[in-house]
């Protein structure tokens, strides 16, 4: 191979590891997002939560009816085996609905353009959901529609709207409803997506009014793994009535990933690009250094013969393909600094410059290099000196 052949070859190899850090870069930090996005408190536990969305309003159930309906529904699923806790919402978390309505406080003048985000909830629920209860009291079964109407109120709303004042006995209004009665306060939630601010958020009792129409899913708490639990609660919740329909069970969790679903096929595309780039780069230097080893067997015996030790050939061999390796991470880092803003969009909780990834995407490269050349240097540090000056 001529000098010219060579430097090509090197080129190509220190392209191909430039490639490979920022694709490394890249997957490194969806890989960092999600474990972020899965790790974070969210207000609420994901696991064991099992879902099933109600629909009474097509069988024709109205009124007292209907709220009668959900009573059951309750009572059954409560008493199904392996069953924590279980309510019932309009919206579940990061299923992509919410309802925004206007808000003001009792006795104060209303902030124009003061809208929170609205969730009808039963009694049990935020047990169901696993949300901490923070100030008050939950809803109760107690609170019908002849009695006072009362709402649970989120963290982010009390800061906002009461700041050092206690919420609790507060009456408000929501849309075109007056006389809400605050009776609670609990832990911030998310609920549109898991990269949300904190919006301030009431939760109404769902089940104190009779002119709803709309459908609400029953969230349950299992013991174990909701889904060998879902037939036997759906099961529970037929035997209320045949007529009304009810939709096959999901996970919370099952519901959270599908949020996630861009994320996840960015982040194993990225890899497998990345893992392509770091067998490409590595079977690059593999060959490289073999045959610049091959070449210099003359050099190498004549340097053993003069009184180097194996020791330092072998370091040359490594620190030849170290070399190569950060040559090629001086063009990858500045080009992973400009490129993986791109993925901002994607990100939760890591910044596209993060220097723990850059460094840890760097460091894989440099192992990657050493077990490519471990070989080729063993081979150089193993030549016998005397073989070695004959060899042409």
Not at 9 to 36: D, E, M
Not at 126 to 142: H, K, S, V
Not at 266 to 294: D, E, K, P, Q
């Amino acid at each position: 191979m001529s000098r010219t052949a060579t430097l090509w070859t090197r080129a190509l190899i220190t392209t191909q590891v430039a490639l490979s850090l920022l694709l490394l870069t890249g997957a490194s930090l969806l890989v960092t997002s999600l474990r972020n996005l899965h790790a974070f408190d969210a207000g609420f536990d994901r696991d064991h939560v099992l879902l099933m969305r109600l629909s009474p309003d097509k069988a024709g159930y109205t009124g007292e009816r209907r709220l009668a309906y959900y009573r059951q529904v309750l009572e059954r699923a409560r008493n199904a085996p392996g069953v924590r806790a279980a309510g019932l919402s309009l919206i579940t978390p990061i299923s992509g609905g919410g309802v925004d309505l206007s808000f003001g406080v009792a006795g104060r003048p209303r902030e124009p353009g003061a809208v929170v985000y609205v969730d009808m909830v039963s009694d049990g629920y935020f047990a169901a959901m696993g949300t901490t209860l923070l100030l008050g009291r939950d809803l109760a079964p107690q609170d019908g529609p002849d009695s006072t109407p009362v709402a649970v109120i989120n963290d982010a709303l009390s800061r906002r709207y009461f700041k050092n004042e206690s919420p609790i006995g507060q009456r408000v209004r929501l849309g075109d409803q007056e006389g809400l009665e605050i009776v609670g306060v609990v832990a911030n939630a998310k609920y549109l997506s898991l990269r949300e601010e904190d919006h301030p958020t009431m939760y109404v009792h769902a089940l104190q009014t009779r002119d709803d129409k709309w459908g609400l899913t029953l969230a349950v708490r299992t013991s174990g793994d909701p889904a060998s639990f879902a037939p036997a609660i759906r099961r529970e919740v037929q035997s209320v009535t045949g007529t009304a329909p009810v939709a096959q069970g999901t996970t919370l969790a099952a519901q959270i990933d599908r949020s996630l679903v861009k994320e996840r096929l960015m982040t194993r595309i990225l890899g497998a690009f990345a893992a392509l780039a770091l067998l490409l780069a590595s079977v690059g230097l593999y060959g490289v250094l073999g045959y610049a080893v091959t070449r210099r067997t003359n050099e190498i015996g004549i340097r053993l013969a003069l009184g180097a030790t194996r020791g330092t050939v072998l370091l040359s061999v490594l620190r030849e393909s170290w070399m190569l390796v950060a040559i090629g991470a001086a063009i990858g880092v500045p080009a992973a600094l400009a490129l993986t803003p791109l993925l901002s969009s994607l990100l939760y909780g890591v910044t596209p410059a993060d220097p723990w990834v850059l460094s840890g995407a760097v460091l894989c490269l440099f192992l990657v290099a050493l077990a490519a050349a471990s070989r080729p240097a063993w081979r150089a540090s193993r030549v016998d000196p005397l073989v070695a000056l004959r060899y042409e």
